[in-house]
């Protein structure tokens, strides 16, 4: 069946260093993949989005490419800021209404 | 402000009990999803309807149930409550043609003593 699998956290960075969190899925068809955020005690909102091979979501700063070739969406910030901690999911849809989450992945940013 | 609402925002209630969860999804959006959230922040898909008809279930449990009203919110009734149902549990809604992109509530906590 369909899955996303995303690096485990805590990812620990210091603030300005660069970012980066894996992403790789498996699906059938042509997924739209999703980076969506959720800050302490908020619920999830959605960064960023992808609808077909080598399209680039952007938001903020943050930068997603789907490649197909490597069945991966890896997240990429060049300069984190301390607001940057939170958790961020990658998440897949393969039409319909159904959305598959990873596990999410914590982000602190250190002063 | 995603403009899905949810109520009560926090819940203290002891095993046993049953509670029912509220959302009123954003104007115009046909489907409402629920999630629970645990502590290890994983986020488990429970059951989705669209326009007042069940279109998916994920890992719901016999104890939980759901429903769609016509004017579109959705509730999410919790019964014989053990402790291991605390967690947050989100509702989201989506726009019939917008592929995947949902739109989560600010959750309801819910905790049982």
């Known amino acids: 069946g369909d899955s996303v699998t995303q690096m485990e956290g805590p990812v620990t960075l210091s603030e300005e260093a660069f970012l980066t969190i894996n992403c790789t899925y498996t699906?059938?068809?042509?997924?739209?993949l999703f980076w969506y955020v959720q800050y302490p005690g908020e619920g999830l909102q959605l960064l960023l989005k992808?609808?077909?091979?080598?399209d680039k979501g952007s938001n903020k700063g943050f930068e997603a490419t789907y490649r197909k070739e490597t069945t991966s969406f890896h997240l990429e910030k060049g300069s984190v800021q301390v607001s940057d901690s939170a958790v961020y999911f990658c998440a897949l849809s393969t039409g319909g209404f159904k959305t598959i989450f990873g596990a999410g992945t914590r982000l602190f940013v250190k002063a | 402000d995603s403009g899905v609402t949810q109520t009560p925002k926090h819940l203290i209630t002891a095993t046993g009990q049953r509670v029912t969860l509220r959302c009123s999804p954003r104007?115009?959006?046909?489907?409402v999803y629920w999630y629970q959230q645990s502590l290890d922040q994983g986020l488990q898909f429970l059951i989705q309807?669209?326009?007042?008809?069940?279109?998916a279930k994920g890992n719901i449990l016999e104890r939980f149930s759901a429903q769609q009203f016509p004017d579109l919110h959705s509730e999410l009734n919790l019964s014989s409550l053990e402790l291991g149902d605390s967690a947050l549990y989100f509702c989201?809604?989506?726009?019939?043609?917008?592929?995947?992109?949902?739109?989560f509530g600010p959750g309801t906590r819910l905790t049982v003593l």
């Open positions: 989201a809604s989506s726009v019939e043609g917008e592929r995947g992109e949902q739109f």
């Open positions: 104007s115009g959006d046909l489907s």
């Open positions: 699906a059938t068809g042509y997924p739209s």
């Open positions: 992808a609808t077909k091979a080598d």
């Open positions: 309807y669209y326009n007042g008809e069940e279109r």
